[in-house]
């Protein structure tokens, strides 16, 4: 169980089951209740750019022990988008599994299991504001195709921007979706700014061989 607070918030409790998934979320209008999944924890006020790992995973905190109390929550929304919010954990109990007798090792190693196959489901499953529109230009979608299929042919330069690419579109989602309440260091339109001015119009095909200066 995680206890975390947001600021002007009251205190939220998160239970979770295997892998960080979440269980339960109460008081039940904590913005919170949109996480689906832990995935870790991370200093407060550092920034994530993009889809930075947490700098401490759930599994450090929960099977490892380590303290987490003063960091910042970094979870999954039920549509699997990465959110660093500012919740910052007071307390985390773990029940190790060791301490239980093999009967219950048994029977969690299969809801382990069958968690997993439920989150599955239910991520692929319908979300609320999935028929929300997105706010994209032909512009932007193209480019965006560019880049992927520039990547996709082995342009190393391009697939090195899939991740800026993927940040976009995420953080365009979220904004465009009422249902999720979460704020970004940088809006879309200022990712895209930063990506399409930085970013040259990818050339069609596999990577081209670059001539020879000195020759």
């Known amino acids: 169980m995680i206890e975390a607070q947001l600021?002007?918030?009251p205190v939220t409790l998160i239970v979770i089951?295997?892998?960080g998934l979440?269980?339960?979320v109460a008081p039940f209008d904590s913005p919170l209740k949109i996480a689906h999944d832990i995935d870790g924890f991370n200093d407060v006020g550092t920034e994530g750019f993009p889809f930075d790992p947490p700098t401490v995973p759930i599994f450090e905190a929960t099977e490892g022990g380590r303290d987490v109390s003063g960091m910042e929550l970094q979870f999954r929304a039920s549509a699997s988008t990465p959110i660093r919010s500012s919740a910052v954990v007071l307390n985390i109990t773990y029940v190790p599994d060791f301490t239980m007798?093999?009967?219950a090792e048994e029977s969690l190693a299969q809801a382990r299991i069958d968690s997993m196959e439920q989150y599955q489901k239910s991520?692929?499953?319908p979300q609320p504001g999935d028929d929300v529109p997105v706010a994209v230009t032909v512009r932007q979608v193209q480019k965006?195709?560019?880049i992927i299929d520039a990547a996709r042919q082995g342009q190393a330069a391009y697939a090195d921007l899939l991740?800026?690419?993927t940040w976009f579109?995420?953080?365009a989602a979220l904004e465009a979706n009422p249902h999720i309440d979460a704020r970004h260091s940088r809006s879309a339109a200022e990712l895209w700014a930063e990506l399409d001015v930085s970013v040259p119009w990818p050339l069609h095909g596999p990577p081209r061989s670059q001539p020879d200066i000195d020759s």
Request: net charge negative.
């Open 144 to 146: 965006i195709a560019a």
């Open 123 to 125: 991520t692929d499953g």
């Open 7 to 9: 600021p002007d918030h």
């Open 22 to 24: 979440v269980d339960h």
């Open 17 to 19: 089951s295997a892998y």
């Open 101 to 103: 007798p093999t009967a």
């Open 169 to 171: 579109l995420t953080v």
């Open 163 to 165: 991740d800026k690419v």
